[in-house]
Nanobody
Framework: QVQLVESGGGLVQAGGSLRLSCAASGSIFRVTAMGWYRQAPEKQRELVAHLSSGGSTNYADSVKGRFTISRDVAKNMVYLRMNSPKPEDTAVYYC?????????WGQGTQVTVSS
């Protein structure tokens, strides 16, 4: 039974910083990638940050240079550091882990950036 639980969301001022955390539990094998997605009202879910099992990263153009994805293998954690967030970053942020056979999603955590 795989479970991903996001935390760290909340209200942050524009120009501040925030770190989202994703705690993974259960049996997860043959991980190919980890990522953070977000969905704002009336918009489709979009990829924010991607971390492959080999360690390579990719970011949406809108967050490149401001957000950083990382992991702590020992703690089974995935993080998203959000520096200099903007009001347009306001969304529900979802953690995801992909394996050769499945995609797993967390329930999401709300991030609201005030101007």
């Amino acid at each position: 039974q795989v479970q991903l639980v996001e935390s760290g969301g909340g209200l942050v001022q524009a120009g501040g910083s925030l770190r989202l955390s994703c705690a993974a539990s259960g049996s997860i094998f043959r991980v190919t990638a980890m990522g953070w997605y977000r969905q704002a009202p009336e918009k489709q879910r979009e990829l924010v940050a991607h971390l492959s099992s080999g360690g390579s990263t990719n970011y949406a153009d809108s967050v490149k240079g401001r957000f950083t994805i990382s992991r702590d293998v020992a703690k089974n954690m995935v993080y998203l550091r959000m520096n200099s967030p903007k009001p347009e970053d306001t969304a529900v942020y979802y953690c995801a882990i992909s394996t050769l056979g499945n995609n797993y999603w967390g329930q999401g955590t709300q991030v609201t950036v005030s101007s």
